[in-house]
């Protein structure tokens, strides 16, 4: 699953940025390119998760905010874009079911896929209709997973994490492609996940304890810190929903630059 997650992608937008080098952004291209050919739309077994389609639909979206208006890095990224949206719609209905990270990860997905694909013009009625439909499920899942406490219907400290990331990326966006503001219960119930996991965490190591499920996810690993170290995505969201820093050492810092 993970090469084909797209954190790469994610990781050769980064370079080019700080570089100028268009290896960077060469290699990206070739990359997706050869991942597009050798994994035809609904074929093979990268496209059986609606939840691994959303994580690499959401890398999609953060090399494109990185890269910005770069016109030779977009025609590829925008189809994909649209390929996801309509696979993870086709089975939301499991995703629903679930009750867990799923819920939340494959309705932001197609949230914000899709909003970002009306918002650079795509009027295609399915797209419309995925990000109608969209909105309502990731509401819903926040308001059906997320205890008045903060903890989630998950019992994984890791998997609160993800979830956390995905709130993040979440508002992140919605502010980014300037869409209708989200409800005061999504950010009430967002803010609650943020303290529930930063109560448990250390604040001296980052460290949190191994509560429940735990396969590896880590959906923001974007900086020098170890995969144990939970501050970077607690600081990320609570800068982004809160609006303040809850660590002041420098490190926790990163995720933000």
Same mark, same amino acid.
Request: charged fraction near 20%; hydrophobic fraction near 35%.
């Given at each position: 699953?993970?090469?084909? !997650?797209?954190?790469?992608?994610?990781?050769?937008?980064? &370079?080019?940025?700080? /570089?100028?080098?268009? @290896?960077?952004?060469?290699?990206?291209?070739?990359?997706? &390119?050869?991942?597009?050919?050798?994994?035809?739309?609904?074929?093979?077994?990268?496209?059986?998760?609606?939840?691994? /389609?959303?994580? !690499?639909?959401?890398?999609?979206?953060? /090399?494109? @905010?990185?890269?910005?208006?770069?016109?030779?890095?977009?025609?590829?990224?925008?189809?994909?874009?649209?390929?996801?949206?309509?696979? +993870?719609? *086709? =089975?939301?209905?499991?995703?629903?079911?679930?009750?867990?990270? $799923?819920?939340?990860?494959?309705?932001?997905?197609?949230?914000?896929?899709?909003?970002?694909?009306?918002?650079?013009?795509?009027?295609?009625?399915?797209?419309?209709?995925?990000?109608? $439909?969209?909105?309502?499920?990731?509401?819903?899942?926040?308001?059906?997973?997320?205890?008045?406490?903060?903890?989630?219907?998950?019992?994984? =400290?890791?998997? $609160?994490?993800?979830? +956390?990331?995905?709130? &993040?990326?979440?508002?992140?966006?919605?502010?980014?492609?300037?869409?209708?503001?989200?409800? =005061?219960? @999504?950010? %009430?119930?967002?803010?609650?996940?943020?303290?529930?996991?930063?109560? +448990? =965490?250390? %604040? *001296?190591?980052?460290?949190?304890?191994?509560?429940?499920?735990?396969?590896?996810?880590?959906?923001?690993?974007? /900086?020098? &810190?170890?995969?144990?170290? @939970?501050?970077?995505?607690?600081?990320?969201?609570?800068?982004?929903?809160?609006?303040? !820093?809850?660590?002041?050492?420098?490190?926790?810092?990163? +995720?933000?630059?």
């Amino acid at each position: 699953w993970e090469v084909s !997650r797209f954190l790469w992608a994610v990781k050769f937008a980064q &370079s080019y940025i700080i /570089t100028g080098d268009k @290896f960077y952004l060469d290699s990206l291209n070739e990359w997706l &390119s050869d991942w597009s050919e050798n994994n035809p739309i609904n074929q093979g077994p990268n496209w059986k998760c609606g939840q691994e /389609t959303s994580f !690499r639909l959401i890398y999609l979206l953060l /090399t494109i @905010f990185f890269l910005k208006e770069k016109a030779d890095a977009q025609p590829i990224l925008e189809k994909m874009i649209s390929e996801h949206c309509l696979r +993870i719609f *086709s =089975t939301k209905e499991y995703a629903q079911a679930q009750n867990n990270n $799923h819920s939340v990860s494959e309705a932001a997905g197609m949230y914000l896929g899709s909003s970002y694909l009306i918002k650079n013009g795509n009027s295609d009625n399915k797209i419309i209709k995925i990000n109608q $439909h969209s909105i309502g499920l990731l509401e819903s899942a926040i308001e059906n997973l997320i205890s008045s406490d903060g903890s989630f219907s998950q019992y994984s =400290t890791n998997y $609160h994490r993800l979830l +956390i990331d995905i709130l &993040s990326l979440v508002a992140f966006f919605n502010n980014e492609f300037n869409l209708e503001k989200l409800s =005061t219960n @999504f950010y %009430d119930k967002a803010s609650k996940a943020i303290y529930w996991l930063w109560s +448990i =965490t250390d %604040d *001296s190591s980052g460290v949190a304890p191994n509560i429940g499920a735990n396969d590896g996810s880590y959906l923001l690993n974007l /900086t020098k &810190s170890d995969y144990n170290d @939970f501050r970077p995505s607690i600081q990320l969201a609570s800068v982004i929903i809160n609006g303040k !820093r809850l660590y002041e050492s420098k490190d926790e810092d990163e +995720i933000l630059s």
